[in-house]
């Protein structure tokens, strides 16, 4: 009896607990195809920027992306051809930060074809707008010891 109740506790509070109503919209409206249109930086200047230990700046502009929420999966495919092309696969969640004022961490985890991560390396990126038909995610890496802000701005394709 008493196992019983300690689990009926445990039920309750992780159904009480659940999923924040404003990141269960967010993964309705990721949903879908995107593509990566343009990435900029919030200092001037010429920099070598490699995006997620995988590829330029250049060869991820103009990338397809896929996200599938109901498995927190996803792809994106790099179309330049002066590039390695192909997909590669990640996982991601959508992480509130703070409710009042909308603040919200997109993690995301590249991982093989059967969702493995072989490095087991993530990136925590700002979800700093999502709309209907854009989003924007914001990188802050350090260069030369001072925050260096990576801008990336997607339209979306289709659901």
Known sequence: MKKLLILAVIAATTFACGTPKTVQESRKVIKGYWSLDNI???????????????????????????????????????????????ERNFIFTIQEIDPASGLYDFLLKPTNAKGKSETNAGYRLRLAQLGESSMRWEQTVSLDGKPFKINMNFSKIQE
């Open 40 to 86: 900029s930086y919030d200092s001037s200047g010429t920099f070598n920027v490699t995006l997620f230990n995988d590829t330029s700046v250049e060869c991820m502009e103009g990338s397809s992306w896929r996200f599938i929420p109901n498995n927190n999966t996803g792809n994106y495919t790099i179309n330049n051809s002066n590039c390695p092309t192909g």
